[in-house]
C-alpha cells in the first residue's frame, strides 16, 4: 500500500481526531505532518500579489511532504488535507498497482463542478483514471509520483498564486507541464463540497486561507479598465477555441462524482 500524508495545523487537533478516525475506519494508518502556519511564520521568502500568508504557507506545507516523500524510497505517495471526506474502499484503492498508469499526479478529488477529462480511462480497482484536460481546483486528495514530486518542487518555488492554480490550473494541466489524471470517481470530497450538505462538518478554513487572497485578486480584477477587460474576455474566447479544437475528439466535459 501507498503511504497517506495527512497535512494538519497543530492549532487543529479537531481535524487531526476526525482525519484519524475517517482513515483508522478505511483501514489507514497515516503519517501526520505538522503544517507551517501562517499566522506565525517569520516570513523570509518573498509572498507575491495578492496571495495571502496562509495560503503561501500551504504552499510550503505541501512541499515539506513532497519533500519527506523523495527521502523515501517509495514511487508514490498520497496526500491529503485534513479537511477531507474519504469514500468508499480507500485502502483497496491505495493497494492498487499505480505503475500501470504514468503520471505526475492523480487527482482523488472532486469539486463536484464540471471537468474536461478523457472518455476513455485505465481501469483502477474498482474506478478509473482518465487525463484531466483543464483546469480542476483543489488541493485535498491526490496521489504523486516521485517524478511528479520532483517537478511539482520546481513549479511551486515562488509564492505568487494558489497551490491548486498551480498544480491543476491551464499552465500545468492545459499546456501539460504535468501529467495529470483524473480518478472517476473520485474518492476524496473536501468538506466544503460534500454532495450531502448534511454531512458537512462545517470546517473553517485553516490551512490554506485563501479565499481573501481570491477575494483580492477578484477584486483587482474588476478595477481593470475597458481594454483590459476586453483583453481578459478575448483571452477566455481563445482559450475555449483552443479547448474546443484539442478535447472534441478525446475529451468531454462531465461533473465527476464521489464515491
Not at 480497482?125 to 483543489?138: M, Y
Given at each position: 500500500?501507498i503511504?497517506?500524508?495527512v ?6 487537533p ?13 483501514g ?8 507551517v502556519?501562517g499566522?506565525?511564520?517569520a516570513w ?5 500579489g ?12 505541501h ?17 491529503l ?7 468508499e474502499g ?5 493497494a492498487?498497482?499505480?505503475r ?6 492523480a487527482?482523488l ?10 472518455k476513455?480511462?485505465?481501469?483502477l ?14 488541493t ?12 511539482l ?26 501529467v ?8 476524496v ?5 460534500h454532495?450531502?450538505?448534511?454531512m ?12 481573501a ?5 477578484n477584486?483587482?480584477r ?10 481578459r ?5 481563445v ?21
Open positions: 500500500m503511504p497517506v500524508y497535512i494538519n495545523l497543530k492549532r487543529s479537531e481535524r487531526r481526531a476526525f482525519m484519524s478516525k475517517s482513515l483508522a475506519r478505511a489507514v494508518d497515516p503519517t501526520f505532518v505538522t503544517a502556519d499566522r506565525e511564520r523570509k521568502e518573498p509572498v507575491r495578492a496571495l495571502a500568508k496562509t495560503e503561501a504557507a500551504l504552499i510550503l506545507s512541499r515539506s511532504v513532497w519533500r519527506r516523500f523523495l527521502r523515501g524510497e517509495g514511487e508514490f505517495a498520497a496526500v488535507e485534513d479537511d477531507a471526506h474519504i469514500g480507500f485502502c483497496e484503492l491505495l492498487s498497482d499505480w500501470a498508469c504514468d503520471f505526475d499526479v487527482k478529488e472532486t469539486i463536484c463542478s464540471p471537468a474536461w477529462i478523457s476513455r480511462g485505465a481501469r480497482c474498482d474506478r478509473a483514471l482518465h487525463t484531466l484536460g483543464a483546469e480542476h481546483f483543489g485535498a486528495g491526490y496521489v504523486v509520483s516521485r517524478a511528479g514530486a520532483q517537478k518542487l520546481g513549479l511551486t518555488r515562488a509564492l505568487n498564486q494558489p497551490l491548486d492554480h498551480m498544480m491543476f490550473g491551464r499552465r500545468c494541466v492545459f499546456e501539460r507541464e504535468l495529470v489524471l483524473q480518478l472517476v470517481p473520485a474518492v470530497v473536501q468538506d466544503v463540497h454532495p450531502d450538505p448534511t458537512r462538518r462545517a470546517m473553517t478554513t485553516t490551512l490554506g486561507e485563501s479565499g487572497a481570491r477575494f483580492a485578486d477584486a483587482t474588476a478595477k481593470l479598465g475597458g481594454y483590459a477587460r476586453f483583453a474576455e478575448a483571452d477566455r474566447l482559450q475555449r477555441v483552443r479547448r474546443g479544437l484539442r478535447f472534441w475528439p478525446t475529451m468531454h466535459r462531465v461533473v465527476v462524482p464521489w464515491r
